[in-house]
C-alpha cells in the first residue's frame, strides 16, 4: 500500500480501502443483513431516505466534480448514514473532520467513475440488476420477496435499494472493462509466486522458449573466420536488439542451425536440456528481449531470444510445487476516536507479551478485537494465498508455527497475528496454479485500479468549497 509518509493511507488509498467493498455482496450488508465493512457507500438517495436530518442541512456545495456538484446536505447524509452503522457495529467512529474529509473523497470518485461509466456508453440493464436483488436475497436465505419485506421493514424504500444496485454494477462494470480485462498473469509469475509461499527453500523450476540465430564458427577454424563470423552476428546482433520483432526472419535469412527454416524457435525446454550460456542470458532477460552480447559456443557465435517462461511441466504431481494454506488468527484494534497509533500498538504489545507469559490468545480476542473473527476468538480458519491485504500477508508469511507478530499496520488498523500451522493446498497442479493465478491478478489489479483511479482523479477539476477546502491540505 502506498502511504503519505505518516503510516497513514493517501487519498486514493483509503478511497481505495473503502471502494473494496463497494461490490455487490456488501449491499447486501447494508442494514446488517451480512457482515458490513468500515465504511459501507450508499448513494444519496439512500442516505436521505434513511437519514432524518436531511431537511435540517442547508443545501450549500461541498465540492465541484467536473460539470458536477456534490452538496453539504449529501455529505452530511452519507456521514450520518456511516456514523450509525460504526456505532450499530460498536466499532471506532473516526473524529468528525476526518471522516467528513475520507466520505467526501470517496463521493468525489465515485462522481468520476460514474461519469466515465456514462462516456464508456455502459449501460446496465432492468434484467442484471434484478438477477443482482436475486442473488443478495439468496446470499441472505430469503427469498426475493422476503428480502424486500425486510428492506422495507428497516425504511429503506424497494426503488432506492435497486438504483444503489444499479450503480455498484455500473461501477463493476467499469472496473472491468477499464482495469480488470487488461490484466495479465505469466506462468513465470505462478511460479515464482508459489515458490515464495513455499519459501526460500522452494524449488520451482521454469521451462524456457527461445528462439536463437547461429553463425558457425567451430573452435578449430582458422582465426581470421571465426574473427568474420563474429563481426557477421555481431551485425545480426545489432540488427535484432533494435527490433525484436525481425528476429524470425533474420534467424531465417542468417542462421545456420537446423532450426532456422522455424526461425530460430526451439519451443519450451526444460533449462537442464539447455546450454548453460543459454540459462543464464536468459535470467537477465524479460519476455521479448534480446540478450545484448554474443554467446559463444563449440559451434559459433550465438544470438538469443527469450519469448516466454512457464513452470516446469516435467516430473510428477508430487514434485509439483505446491501452494500453502495457513491456519491463523488476529486481534484487530481500529484507529480511530479514542484510539491513537501509539495506543493501539502499546495495547497490542501489551497483549503479546501476557499471551507470551501464557495467556489465552483467543480470550483477548474475545475481548478485545474489533474485526467479526472475534467470537470466534480471533480465529480466521485455513487462509489461502491472496485472501488477506498485503500487509496482513505478509506478516503471516514470515511467522513460525505458533509464533504471535509484532502489531502490524493494515488498512484496517492493527493487527497481532499468530500463526497455528500451515499445510500444502489440496488440489491438482493446475487447480493450485488457477489459485496462484487468481491471487496475483487479484494484487496486480488492485494496484492497477488503484493507480487508474489516480489517473481518473488527476484528470478531473475538483474544487472544494468551505471548510473542506482547508481540511482537505492538512
Do not use: C
Amino acid at each position: 500500500m502506498r502511504t503519505n509518509g505518516r503510516d497513514e493511507p493517501d487519498i486514493i488509498g483509503v478511497a481505495v480501502a473503502i471502494m473494496k467493498n463497494l461490490r455487490l455482496a456488501t449491499l447486501a450488508a447494508s442494514l446488517g443483513l451480512a457482515a458490513a465493512a468500515t465504511f459501507l457507500p450508499v448513494s444519496s438517495a439512500s442516505a436521505q431516505a434513511l437519514s432524518p436530518t436531511s431537511g435540517e442541512t442547508a443545501d450549500s456545495v461541498a465540492a465541484v466534480v467536473n460539470n458536477d456538484v456534490i452538496t453539504q446536505r449529501e455529505l452530511d447524509q452519507r456521514v450520518g448514514l456511516i456514523t450509525r452503522r460504526l456505532q450499530q457495529q460498536n466499532a471506532p467512529v473516526p473524529p468528525l473532520d476526518q471522516l467528513r474529509v475520507q466520505v467526501l473523497n470517496q463521493m468525489v470518485l465515485e462522481r468520476i467513475q460514474i461519469e466515465k461509466a456514462n462516456e464508456d456508453g455502459i449501460k446496465i440493464s432492468d434484467a442484471d440488476v434484478q438477477t443482482t436483488l436475486t442473488k443478495l436475497a439468496a446470499a441472505n436465505n430469503m427469498p426475493l420477496e422476503m428480502y424486500r419485506a425486510r428492506l422495507e421493514a428497516e425504511g429503506v424504500p424497494w426503488s432506492v435499494f435497486t438504483r444503489d444496485a444499479r450503480t455498484e454494477l455500473t461501477l463493476s462494470r467499469l472496473r472491468e472493462k477499464e482495469v480488470d480485462s487488461k490484466i495479465t498473469v505469466s506462468d513465470a509469475e505462478v511460479a515464482n509466486y508459489i515458490a515464495s509461499q513455499r519459501g526460500p527453500s522452494a524449488k520451482v523450476q521454469l521451462d524456457l522458449h527461445l528462439d536463437h540465430i547461429l553463425v558457425k564458427a567451430p573452435a578449430n577454424a582458422p582465426q581470421a573466420d571465426i574473427d568474420a563470423a563474429q563481426k557477421k552476428a555481431q551485425a545480426i546482433l545489432q540488427e535484432a536488439t533494435a527490433s525484436s520483432a525481425k528476429f524470425e526472419s533474420l534467424a531465417k535469412d542468417n542462421s545456420q542451425a537446423d532450426d532456422a527454416k522455424k526461425g530460430g524457435d526451439m519451443g519450451f525446454q526444460p533449462q537442464s536440456k539447455l546450454p548453460a550460456d543459454f540459462v543464464s542470458a536468459a535470467s537477465q532477460l524479460r519476455p521479448g528481449q534480446v540478450s545484448p552480447d554474443l554467446i559463444r559456443t563449440g559451434d559459433g557465435f550465438e544470438i538469443v531470444k527469450l519469448v516466454d517462461r512457464r513452470a516446469g511441466q516435467g516430473g510428477n504431481a508430487a514434485d509439483a510445487p505446491k501452494l500453502v494454506q495457513t491456519h491463523v488468527r488476529h486481534i484487530l484494534l481500529r484507529v480511530g476516536d479514542g484510539l491513537s497509533e501509539p495506543e493501539a500498538r502499546r495495547k497490542l504489545l501489551d497483549i503479546r507479551q501476557q499471551v507470551e507469559a501464557g495467556g489465552d490468545f483467543a480470550k483477548f480476542a474475545r475481548s478485545y478485537s474489533q474485526d467479526g473473527s472475534s467470537s470466534q476468538g480471533g480465529d480466521l480458519g485455513w487462509i489461502s494465498p491472496g485472501e488477506t491485504v498485503p500487509d496482513f500477508e505478509r506478516a503471516m508469511n514470515n511467522l513460525k508455527d505458533g509464533e504471535i507478530s509484532e502489531p502490524v499496520r493494515s488498512e484496517y488498523g492493527y493487527h497481532l497475528i499468530q500463526v497455528l500451522a500451515r499445510r500444502e493446498a489440496e488440489g491438482s497442479v493446475a487447480q493450485q496454479m488457477d489459485l496462484a493465478r487468481q491471487a496475483i491478478g487479484q494484487r496486480k489489479a488492485e494496484q492497477a485500479y488503484s493507480d487508474w483511479l489516480r489517473e481518473l482523479r488527476d484528470s478531473a477539476y475538483v474544487q472544494y468549497k468551505g471548510d473542506l477546502a482547508s481540511l482537505q491540505q492538512q
